[in-house]
């Protein structure tokens, strides 16, 4: 049986007067003012302890300073999405009641979740990079290239809307969970999974980041990427800030975070790091990952049902992976 931590998470720094913003930043999840965090671009909220980056998303730049090799992430990705997207996949099947269910995926990337959720769902992509998407349409995915919701048409609507590993990417998330909400059809299912600041590698980042050691808190944060990471949840913040928008938690659960199969590739694919320095990484990433079941989790699963439809409220944790309330910091329904 894994362990259970019950952490509530540490202030990252001390809150003063002095430390809160001058320019009208609030917390998503709260509305709260946002403080001074562990960086000039990084933000938190002293209330519900959500995070925040004020860096600016640069897809199709081909100026960016870091340029991953897509191909090399995609293989280091691709066994870990893979036993997640399992997971994820036989539990919307079970909450989905629509008949023909049409599924909508926001940055579907190169296709996998749509490849792997075919057989069940009419599924549709939308991906804003411009020659991933292309390379993806043309292997026969339906794939709109652009953003949601812009990229669809005014009378689409879905059963099931996924963000795989998208929503911490997405600058003004009130908006786009509005859109959600609008085109979702009555009963309509919400999927999110994406990091956990309460996790054990984000909050060993934290930790040495306040010593002066950043590398691995701004490999977190996805720093100079095209698409970095622009908020940080842990799963009571998460529920609250979807709740606020007219949906109930059913279903909530850890992910696995890493695997040895491609992690190598994972570690290389933007060429930040010499071949020693990557080598090292890759030896203690691996060595962590037997241990990596009795930690907090690093990925969360987060699955709701659009709000003012015939069900019974109160979310379920799936206790084969872990009590995930326990680990991420959710309770059961709304709060």
Not at 211 to 222: A, L, P, T
Not at 254 to 262: E, H
Not at 272 to 291: D, G, Q, T
Request: proline share 7%; aromatic share 8%.
């Amino acid at each position: 049986m894994s362990r259970v931590f019950y952490a509530k998470p540490e202030p990252l720094t001390d809150v003063t007067e002095e430390s809160i913003l001058q320019h009208p930043i609030e917390c998503q999840c709260c509305r709260q003012p946002l403080r001074s965090g562990l960086a000039d671009w990084h933000f938190y909220c002293p209330a519900c302890s959500y995070e925040a980056a004020s860096l600016t998303p640069s897809i199709n730049d081909e100026s960016n300073p870091v340029k991953p090799d897509e191909v090399e992430r995609e293989t280091g990705l691709r066994v870990v999405r893979q036993r997640n997207f399992v997971k994820i996949i036989e539990r919307v099947r079970q909450l989905c009641d629509a008949a023909s269910p049409r599924l909508l995926e926001v940055g579907c990337a190169h296709g996998l979740f749509l490849e792997m959720v075919a057989r069940d769902f009419d599924a549709v992509g939308i991906e804003p990079h411009r020659e991933v998407a292309r390379e993806t349409a043309a292997r026969g995915f339906a794939v709109r290239e652009g953003y949601f919701p812009s990229a669809l048409q005014a009378d689409d609507r879905f059963d099931v809307i996924v963000f795989n590993d998208v929503l911490e990417h997405i600058p003004d998330l009130p908006d786009v969970l509005r859109a959600c909400r609008d085109c979702l059809n009555d009963n309509g299912i919400l999927v999110i999974n994406l990091p956990d600041s309460s996790g054990i590698f984000y909050r060993l980042s934290r930790l040495l980041a306040r010593i002066g050691i950043r590398g691995m808190f701004e490999r977190m944060w996805q720093l100079n990427y095209p698409s970095p990471h622009l908020h940080y949840f842990n799963g009571r913040n998460l529920q609250q800030l979807i709740s606020a928008h007219s949906f109930d938690q059913l279903y909530c659960a850890r992910l696995d975070s890493l695997v040895a199969d491609g992690l190598f590739d994972r570690i290389a694919h933007t060429k930040e790091y010499s071949l020693p320095v990557a080598y090292l990484m890759y030896a203690a990433a691996r060595l962590s990952i037997p241990l990596l079941g009795m930690l907090p989790a690093d990925i969360q699963l987060q699955i709701f049902r659009k709000r003012g439809q015939a069900h019974t409220p109160g979310g379920v944790h799936d206790r084969s992976s872990g009590r995930a309330g326990d680990q991420t910091g959710i309770t059961p329904g709304p709060t």
